[in-house]
Nanobody, 129 residues
Framework: HVQLVESGGGSVQAGGSLRLSCAAS????????MAWFRQAQGKEREGVAS???????TYVDSVKGRFNLSKDDAKNTLYLQMNSLKPEDTAMYYC????????????????????????WGQGTQVTVS
């Protein structure tokens, strides 16, 4: 069955770094728009970054210059390198996939529309103090 499993979350001091991983199984990520979202306690889910089949990335302004999204198609894994972490980055981080044919065409704006993603991981908690 199709599945996304996040890992790499934890607690870190402000200014520190974490690297999140998202391992996909049951499908290959290469053709599809993939993204990271986060949700802080009591707040709505927020898009963080997306990457399309060609490796083009899009970041929300709040993380631009600090976070780096990448993927390893051979390993079927998505990554989110988070640097210069701030307390406001504290949230549950979710990996998501849009398996709609042609999803790459809407990938740059997909971080604003969580509903287009049909597959979600269970989440990994990031806490910055």
């Amino acid at each position: 069955h199709v599945q996304l499993v996040e890992s790499g979350g934890g607690s870190v001091q402000a200014g520190g770094s974490l690297r999140l991983s998202c391992a996909a199984s049951g499908f290959i990520i290469r053709p599809y728009c993939m993204a990271w979202f986060r949700q802080a306690q009591g707040k709505e889910r927020e898009g963080v970054a997306s990457i399309d089949s060609g490796g083009r990335t899009t970041y929300v302004d709040s993380v631009k210059g600090r976070f780096n999204l990448s993927k390893d198609d051979a390993k079927n894994t998505l990554y989110l390198q988070m640097n210069s972490l701030k307390p406001e980055d504290t949230a549950m981080y979710y990996c998501a996939a849009d398996l709609t044919p042609g999803s790459r065409y809407r990938c740059p704006g997909a971080v604003n529309t969580p509903t287009v993603f049909g597959i979600w991981g269970q989440g990994t908690q990031v806490t910055v103090s």
